[in-house]
């Protein structure tokens, strides 16, 4: 019995351990909020309108987020070591340019520092921008943003962004009821096991 009771309480154990999961820390990363909250305009470095959310600027869902020109959209967020962070990444397109066109990204850490560098669409259509390999891996970070296009009457969108960390499953309430039934059921069939009979006899 305390055998079964024992590999019971093993498989209940190995099934806590679950694959870990992928957590966002970016918010409204696909903009369906309708909305860019918590996502804000900072720099402005020439353009003629304003990054907002709209269904036009859709990839994916309902909406996605756009602008003309080179304005900065930023989003800040609790800290978190880049080292742990397993995915960067973020889909877009320039929408009136057919060739493609440069678009600027910068990660910003808790020195202060800030890390920018640019890559290029190459078409009118989303394409897809792993991001990971331009991380500090030393640093802590806290900010991430990108430029549309240097050129005012360029046409940039966003949609699907990601800053992937991963974090451990959490146990279902049934799996730590099962656990806790194993482990003290074991301890009582081992406290009955301790027991000794003992004969007293009289001369």
């Known amino acids: 019995m305390k055998k079964i009771l024992l590999a019971s309480a093993v498989m209940a154990a190995a099934g806590m351990t679950a694959p870990a999961q992928a ?3 970016l918010a409204n990363g696909d903009f369906e909020s309708g909305d860019l909250s918590p996502w804000f305009q900072d720099r402005e470095f020439g353009g003629t309108v304003d990054w907002a959310a709209g269904s036009s600027f859709a990839r994916t869902g309902a909406f996605g987020a756009g ?3 080179n304005f900065e ?3 800040d ?3 978190v070591a880049a080292s742990s962070i397993t995915e960067a990444s973020i889909w877009v397109r320039h929408m009136n340019s057919a060739g493609g066109a440069a678009v600027a990204f910068a990660f910003f ?3 202060s520092t800030e890390d920018q560098f640019v890559l290029s669409t190459s078409s009118a259509d989303y394409e897809f921008f792993d991001l990971t390999s331009q991380l ?3 640093k802590t970070l806290v900010a991430f943003s990108l430029f549309g296009n240097s050129g005012a009457n360029v046409e ?3 949609d699907d962004a990601q800053i992937l960390t991963a974090m451990g499953a959490v146990p279902e309430p049934a799996t730590w009821a099962f656990m806790i039934f194993g ?3 074991i301890g009582s069939a081992m406290r009955r096991q301790r027991k000794v009979n003992v004969k007293v006899s009289y001369a």
Do not use: P, V
Request: glycine share 12%; proline share 0%; net charge negative.
């Open 23 to 25: 957590a966002n820390i």
């Open 67 to 69: 602008n003309f020109g």
């Open 73 to 75: 959209l930023r989003q």
């Open 77 to 79: 967020f609790a800290g």
């Open 109 to 111: 850490y808790d020195d």
């Open 136 to 138: 500090d891996l030393s």
């Open 156 to 158: 940039a969108a966003i």
């Open 183 to 185: 482990f003290g059921a």
